[in-house]
């Protein structure tokens, strides 16, 4: 009687298939269908004018993923979690060949053509690149006890979790979750977040970091380097402002799907960008750069890696099969660096790009021995002679302006982000 009365598809909004594609679907006889329906599984309503019944093709869809599950083709969908198949629908980053797009345009170009952070982030926000430059407007630093605080040469990364705690403090519309309050945020929060790369974080040194015209004259100046520099660390701090769902950012995306503030997905992110696998890896391969001793001893070190068919850390990208197109770019500044300062590190990393490319060549291995954009920017980092841990603290104020772009993506999207496990450990008794 109800059938009769209510056209469900109205109120369901589903998606209706006929018996047929219902059973195709599921890969079973009608009469599994029917039994289905009747144990309630699946909601069939009657067609329109008198034509067969139709089938939800969610219920349908929910019950071959369960069926999957159990004949053990969850890991299918674990896999997505490893490099695998996309699991979340995102208008802001697609990765291509030649690099991350924004919002379809090439981070590459971007950088290339001197488009300035801030122009990049407001598009990451907005879809909308400014044509003029961006200067965003700059609030009292909240750094007069910090100072105190922060030991001298603090590792950036370990400083800005507590500049955002203080941030967050100070700001009682901290909870605003409108996309034009988060955006304010972020603009005063990046640039906070540059000062942070000060080794001693003096009020004195933060304060005339801050005073800079934009993101990354702030970020030379807390390092101690001229203001020219600002237009270097603009090409690195646009190749590196978003790179789709890499880790720190699906970290954010799960705290803004809890409604979470800005603060705290920023400081999520943080914690997860921390990672040697993630963020720090420059640091990393600075490391190695320095236990090969020298560039004279390059060619030895890579040699000996290679006759275990291994490759210095920084080297291939799962993404990037013939090579990350971030790493180019950064590469040619370090390289026209390099040389004028003599630093030691710096021509060290450059001759083992050089040595892994040219075994690379000789082997016919190239596509799996390209630098990726973390040994480029563990090089050009020690081609402007500050430390490794500067690589890190660039890495997260690039990405925080991705970091935003997704918490303000998928609050407006709107759901929970609460993947399932399948279980696999010892059975209920």
């Known amino acids: 009687m109800v059938d009769r009365m209510v056209d469900q598809r109205r109120i369901d909004d589903q998606r209706w298939v006929d018996s047929r594609t219902a059973a195709k679907h599921l890969g079973i006889h009608l009469r599994s269908l029917y039994a289905y329906v009747s144990r ?15 089938y939800a093709l969610d ?18 969908a674990a896999g997505a979690l490893r490099w695998g198949e996309p699991v979340l629908d995102s208008a802001i980053t697609a990765i291509t060949p030649r690099g991350p797009a924004y919002r379809g345009r090439l981070a590459s170009e971007l950088a290339a053509s001197g488009v300035g952070f801030e122009n990049v982030a407001e598009l990451l926000w907005s879809g909308y690149l400014p044509q003029e430059s961006v200067m965003w407007p700059r609030s009292a630093p909240p750094v007069a006890q910090l100072g105190r605080l922060v030991p001298y040469g603090a590792r950036p990364l370990d400083v800005m979790p507590i500049l955002i705690d203080v941030a967050a403090l100070a700001d009682p519309q901290r909870h605003d979750g409108r996309p034009d309050s988060i955006i304010a945020r972020g603009r005063s929060v990046i640039p906070l977040l540059a000062a942070a790369l000060s080794p001693d974080f003096a ?11 934009n993101v990354a004259v702030v970020a030379a100046r807390a390092l101690g380097l001229e203001d020219s520099v600002g237009k270097i660390l603009d090409v690195v701090l646009v190749l590196l402002a978003d790179h789709e769902l890499n ?5 954010a995306r799960i705290a803004a799907s809890t409604g979470a503030d800005p603060y705290s ?13 993630h963020g720090t890896a420059a640091e990393l391969i600075a490391r190695y750069a320095d236990e090969v001793g020298g560039p004279e001893q390059a060619r030895a070190a890579v040699r000996a890696l290679r006759k275990k068919g291994d490759v210095p850390p920084g080297f291939g990208h799962l993404l990037y099969p013939k090579g990350d197109p971030r790493a180019a ?31 690379a060549r000789r082997d016919k291995h190239r596509s799996s021995s390209q630098p990726n954009v973390d040994v480029a920017l563990a090089t050009l980092v020690a081609a402007l002679g500050v430390q490794p841990s500067a690589a890190s603290g660039l890495f997260a104020i690039a990405r ?23 279980y696999v450990g010892v059975p209920l008794a």
Do not use: M, N, Y
């Open 265 to 277: 997905c920023v400081a999520a992110a943080l914690a997860t960008l921390s990672g040697p696998r």
């Open 400 to 422: 925080s302006a991705g970091w935003l772009a997704h918490v303000l993506e998928q609050r407006a999207a709107g759901f929970l982000l609460r993947p399932r496990a399948r």
């Open 203 to 213: 009020a004195a040194t933060v304060t005339r970091a801050l005073g800079a015209g």
């Open 329 to 359: 770019p950064l590469l040619a500044l370090a390289r026209e660096l390099a040389p004028d300062r003599s630093l030691k590190r710096a021509r060290t990393l450059l001759a083992i790009v050089d040595a892994v490319e040219e075994s």
């Open 59 to 76: 219920d349908l869809e929910r019950l071959r993923v369960r069926r999957d599950a159990r004949a053990g083709h969850g890991a299918v």
């Open 40 to 54: 309630g599984l699946v909601r069939s309503v009657p067609g329109q004018e008198g034509r067969p019944r139709l």
């Open 247 to 251: 880790a720190s950012s699906f970290t």
